[in-house]
């Protein structure tokens, strides 16, 4: 059964924190994705890697970065956070070539306080 | 310009009826694929159903279809047979066959009434 798990459920941290969200995959998928998800707004791509040690930037890159290391990690860093990055934050997974569905994480709701 | 949209933030629909979701994209990539997802009130997003620009059948799983229509640049859900269990936020996506992003429209929250 794929697989793709975020480390937390829901996290609370507070205001200039610097908060690691972690993502793994067990698909061997060459590409990786933190959305941002909030109300009316649907999904926003922060950042994506289609390779390891490889990032892009996605539409809402402001106050956070990434790292990939291995393959099968794909960390979301908010070096200070702040209240208006209060979201729910997805991470998924695809692979290259065939056009195939993505696979998604169960979420990570986090809220700055 | 957007590349997926769709037009409905909120639909209801009675429980047995069936339900049409719109969503419209934008792309001048003649090898696509079109996705909808949904996401229960836990949060997780659930893979339904996909669609290539290249199929020549509009795609079905169990009670979901894909109304496809490629000129109008359209790719529809549509639900049958409407359950409560039904009750989620729907997106649709699409992933152009030279990029390695996809793209999601901003949902509809549909809720079944008994």
């Known amino acids: 059964d794929v697989k793709v798990t975020q480390s937390s459920r829901y996290l609370v941290k507070r205001t200039g924190e610097k908060v690691f969200l972690e993502c793994v995959q067990d698909?061997?998928?060459?590409?990786m994705f933190w959305y941002r998800q909030d109300p009316g707004l649907g999904l926003r791509l922060i950042y994506f890697s289609y390779d390891v040690k490889m990032k892009e930037k996605g539409d809402i890159p402001e106050g956070y970065s990434v790292s990939r290391e291995k393959k099968e990690r794909f960390s979301l860093i908010l070096e200070s956070a702040s209240t208006n990055q209060t979201s729910m934050y997805l991470c998924?997974?695809?692979?290259?070539?065939?056009?195939?569905?993505?696979?998604f994480g169960q979420g990570t709701r986090l809220t700055v306080v | 310009a957007q590349k997926i949209t769709q037009t409905q933030p909120g639909m209801f629909v009675q429980e047995k009826e069936a339900v049409t979701l719109d969503c419209t994209y934008d792309?001048?990539?003649?090898?696509?694929?079109l996705f909808w997802y949904k996401q229960p009130s836990s949060g997780e997003m659930i893979f339904l159903i996909y669609q290539g620009s290249y199929d020549q059948q509009n795609a079905t799983e169990g009670r979901y279809s894909l109304n496809f229509q490629k000129a109008r640049k359209s790719a529809n859900l549509v639900i049958s047979a409407s359950q409560l269990g039904d009750s989620a936020m729907y997106f649709c996506a699409m992933r152009e066959g030279t990029g390695n992003q996809f793209y999601f429209g901003t949902g509809t929250s549909l809720t079944v009434i008994p």
């Open positions: 998924a997974s695809h692979s290259t070539g065939v056009v195939t569905e993505a696979f």
């Open positions: 698909m061997d998928h060459e590409n």
């Open positions: 792309t001048s990539d003649p090898s696509y694929g």
